[in-house]
């Protein structure tokens, strides 16, 4: 991260605006492409996405809430979402 003077690269109108919330203050802007939604880095939102789809694909093949809580090591209450979300 560096250091940028907003005087040299902001309008004059945008700077003053910024002055009335923080006056000589550090402010820190985050990169606009940085924000990745949670898991896609990781893999993981793509595994439990997978995972869902498989509960719900056996629910509607007649297994019950108990035994798909059993098998996942879920939450009764998390394999209702799962299958009514």
């Known amino acids: ?3 940028v003077n907003a005087a040299e690269i902001l309008p004059e109108r945008l700077l003053r605006e ?3 919330y923080i006056d000589g ?3 820190y802007v ?3 492409s940085s924000k990745k939604k949670w898991g896609t880095v990781s893999g993981s939102r793509s595994f ?4 869902n789809r498989e509960i719900q694909r056996l629910y509607r093949e007649g297994c019950s809430m108990e ?3 059993e098998k996942y090591g879920l939450a009764h209450s998390t394999i209702r979402k799962i299958i009514y979300g």
């Open 48 to 51: 439990y996405g997978e995972r």
């Open 30 to 32: 985050p990169k606009y």
């Open 18 to 20: 910024l002055q009335t």
């Open 67 to 69: 035994a798909l809580s």
């Open 25 to 27: 203050d550090v402010l």
């Open 1 to 3: 991260m560096k250091y």
